[in-house]
């Protein structure tokens, strides 16, 4: 178990190595869950976000000096997912990974914290994410936080549901701690 506190800063260049083996290493348990042809997309949808230039922001979270998490924001869901359709002109978090060595460290938490200074300092007055049961976790640690999801910008990826949330930052009590 990790024992000392989260440094959650923005991503330079010297860490994208590192970020990239957070995400897989954050998201290497779906390869079992998914079928190949499946695993095979989303890990290259993630190697392909780490140097996307569509990304506003890239934060990561280091712990007893080692990169342990990284999230990504967007301006947008055009940006995010190249979907204009969804009509989401607020920031978007993708790709909040923490490796499994680090979960439960509150992590995950401290990345969005500070995602919801950024998007604040932005000027934004909602942040959007998107996901699915299959991340069952993440779910639950989005609903504790405040997030209400967004039930008008859902999808399907073939046969997934793509859920969506919100999160009202007038309403958010992130920043109070």
């Given at each position: 178990?990790?024992?000392?506190?989260?440094?959650?800063?923005?991503?330079?260049?010297?860490?994208?190595?590192?970020?990239l083996?957070?995400?897989?290493?954050?998201y290497s348990q779906y390869e079992?869950t998914?079928?190949?042809d499946r695993?095979?997309?989303?890990?290259e949808s993630?190697?392909?976000?780490v140097?996307?230039?569509?990304?506003?922001?890239?934060?990561?979270?280091?712990?007893?000096?080692?990169?342990v998490?990284s999230?990504?924001?967007?301006?947008?869901s055009?940006a995010a997912y190249?979907?204009p359709?969804l009509e989401?002109?607020?920031p978007i978090i993708r790709?909040?990974?923490?490796?499994?060595?680090?979960?439960?460290?509150g992590i995950?938490?401290?990345?969005i914290?500070e995602s919801v200074?950024?998007?604040k300092?932005?000027?934004?007055?909602?942040?959007?994410?998107?996901?699915?049961d299959?991340m069952?976790?993440?779910?639950r640690?989005?609903?504790?936080?405040?997030?209400?999801?967004a039930?008008d910008?859902?999808?399907h990826?073939?046969?997934?549901l793509v859920?969506?949330y919100?999160?009202k930052?007038?309403?958010?009590?992130l920043?109070?701690?």
């Open positions: 178990m990790p024992s000392g506190q989260a440094i959650v800063r923005h991503a330079e260049e010297r860490d994208r190595d590192a970020v083996n957070v995400l897989l290493g954050a079992t998914l079928e190949p695993w095979t997309q989303y890990k993630i190697v392909e976000a140097d996307a230039a569509t990304t506003k922001a890239r934060l990561v979270a280091e712990l007893d000096g080692r990169l998490g999230v990504f924001i967007y301006d947008s055009e190249g979907a359709q989401i002109h607020n790709l909040l990974g923490v490796l499994p060595s680090a979960r439960g460290s995950a938490t401290a990345l914290r200074r950024v998007i300092e932005w000027g934004a007055d909602t942040l959007h994410l998107h996901t699915s299959m069952d976790s993440a779910v640690l989005y609903e504790r936080l405040g997030f209400e999801r039930y910008k859902e999808f990826n073939g046969a997934v859920k969506s919100r999160l930052l007038s309403d958010t009590a920043l109070n701690v």
